[in-house]
């Protein structure tokens, strides 16, 4: 079945270094999502990428999804003690059905 | 602005007990899902609808039962309870198909 593998699982930071998380997926996908889940919280939904190359920009982060259409990533610049948690991608290919990654847990020193 | 909401927010459960926990959303979404996590892992898909009456099978749907009578509720219910079914629910609903999830608070259960 359909496969969506994350790197890394862990990531620690200093605050101010960037992270980036990355999204794989076994087979093409037509969209892909990406969420925030903070300790002890539930997901929330940041953004969909749909488009093969598709760059989008939410203040400090950055999403990009691949022009095979097989992986994408989120970049956080210069990561804050807020932005601690763990970031899920989904990806989908048939319709109603989504497949999350493990997800990559961030933790920010201050 | 309720959202999604999940009842209970957490339980105990004997091994071979059933239950039913409960979602209601108040967006007017057609589709709906179940998903359970477990430490270190992502959420799997249990079962989801795309519309009332209309329900189907996810990643990891043994065990679980679900129905949609109406557009607001996707409740799940636990036939019998075992072990491995403790884990963390999440309901979800979104406008269409993988449109962005709306994602309850969770429900946190223990099978004892």
């Known amino acids: 079945g359909q496969q969506v593998m994350q790197i890394p699982q862990y990531q620690h930071v200093q605050e101010g ?37 598709e760059v989008k920009k939410q203040k400090r982060l950055t999403f990009q999804f691949g022009e095979a259409k097989k992986n994408s990533s989120l970049h956080i610049t210069a990561t804050q003690t807020t932005d601690v948690g763990t970031y899920f991608c989904a990806g989908e290919t048939n319709a109603g059905k989504s497949t999350f990654g493990d997800g990559t847990t961030l933790t920010v020193k201050p | 602005n309720a959202g999604v909401t999940q009842t209970p927010k957490f339980q105990v459960l004997k091994t071979g007990q059933s239950m039913t926990l409960q979602c209601a959303q108040d967006m007017n979404h057609e589709y709906m899902s179940w998903y359970r996590q477990d430490p ?73």
């Open chain 1, 17 to 53: 270094e960037d992270f980036t998380t990355y999204c794989n997926s076994s087979t093409t996908l037509s969209n892909i999502q990406w969420y925030k889940q903070r300790p002890g919280g539930h997901p929330v939904f940041l953004i969909q990428l749909v488009k093969s190359g």
């Open chain 2, 40 to 112: 270190g892992m992502g959420l799997r898909l249990i079962h989801y609808s795309v519309g009332a009456g209309i329900t189907d099978q996810g990643e990891v749907p043994n065990g679980y039962n679900v129905s949609r009578s109406t557009t607001e509720d996707f409740p799940l219910r636990l036939l019998s309870a075992a072990p491995s079914q403790t884990s963390v629910y999440f309901c979800a609903s979104s406008y269409e198909p993988f449109y962005g999830y709306t994602f309850g608070s969770g429900t946190r259960l223990t099978v004892v």
